[in-house]
């Protein structure tokens, strides 16, 4: 069993769907992120949550909502999406922060906006 | 001007070549510094930390220059293996904010 995991892995929606991105992390880690994957673009942080608390909010917009209620399990909501939000959303965790910080990464859920 | 900025490639070496990548980022707070992993189509995985007096694991050293705002990646003895995108990723201040380069891609050719 990975150490992350993400669900679903792929989804295609409308943009007048509500959807949710559901992440998981056995590793008993305190803090889990979202980023966003773009084709020839780096990795952009979206939230972090340490201990359910949101800790980093990177100027994302309105359209996702993420919701952390608990230390193990973290939840992207997508309302209204554009297409240009297709993109692969990556699920990590980590231990701590800063220098011992090693992010473990879920497989990500590809998703396509039409 | 990028956070952390990587030639994205491909850098295609033959197998025994060695190959070196830099990443130069703008945040002089930053603190910490590591190289990723990614293969085609999986998720990004700790290749190594950066220390500031420089480390070395198996075939792969990583150096860290501050005064010049960079970190390298130098692989020795190249393996087919080794061919993926490689990430530059930097922390400022013991924070939980983990910036990444768009990553180099390499190319291990037989």
């Known amino acids: 069993e990975t150490g992350v995991t993400q669900t679903p892995r792929h989804l295609v929606m409308g943009m007048t769907n509500k959807k949710s991105l559901k992440c998981e992390q056995h590793?008993?880690?305190?803090?889990m992120y979202w980023y966003k994957q773009s084709a020839k673009k780096p990795l952009e942080l979206m939230f972090v949550?340490?201990?359910?608390?949101?800790?980093e909010n990177n100027s994302v917009p309105s359209r996702f909502s993420p919701e952390c209620p608990n230390s193990s399990h973290l939840f992207l909501h997508l309302h209204t999406l554009q297409p240009e939000d297709s993109a692969l959303y990556l699920c990590a965790s980590s231990l701590r922060q800063g220098r011992d910080g090693e992010l473990f990464f879920g497989e990500g859920s590809r998703l396509t906006v039409l | 001007r990028k956070e952390v900025e990587q030639d994205p490639g491909p850098f295609n070496v033959p197998e025994g070549a060695t190959v070196a990548f830099n990443c130069t980022y703008s945040n002089s707070a930053s603190q910490s510094f590591f190289w990723y992993r990614q293969d085609c189509r999986k998720e990004p995985k700790l290749l190594m930390s950066v220390y500031s007096s420089g480390n070395e694991d198996g075939r792969f050293t990583a150096q860290l220059n501050r005064a010049s705002q960079y970190i390298s990646l130098l692989i020795r003895d190249s393996k087919l293996s080794d061919s993926a995108t490689y990430l530059c990723v930097v922390n400022a201040g013991g924070t939980y904010k983990y910036i990444f380069g768009t990553g180099t891609r390499l190319k291990v050719l037989a």
């Open positions: 949550y340490s201990l359910e608390e949101r800790v």
């Open positions: 590793l008993g880690h305190n803090a």
